[in-house]
């Protein structure tokens, strides 16, 4: 696909981007319990999972040269990482 402008702008892209917010949450959610009460060496892992979590977030920003473009979606991204932080604080907090 040539256009990563119309892609990016679109409202699918960003309905996409908090169902993948959503999923990375859930998934590390899983991790750090893991860690925390089965599997300390789990946290090794964990290091793993944070740096694909960027490879996979910062992708799009990586498809477009135009500089308002990745501006707006570095403040996407801030969205999302706000996003994934309250999930996980609610989940920390139900117990």
Known sequence: MSDWHGLFNSDDFRAYR???????AELIKGKVQRAVWKDPATLQELS???????????LPERQTEDPNMQQTLREQLEEDIAGITKYLMREALRG
Do not use: S
Request: aromatic residues 6%; proline residues 0%; glycine residues 6%.
């Open 18 to 24: 908090r169902k993948q917010a959503r999923a990375i």
């Open 48 to 58: 793993g999972l944070f740096e694909a979590v960027k490879v996979l977030l910062t």
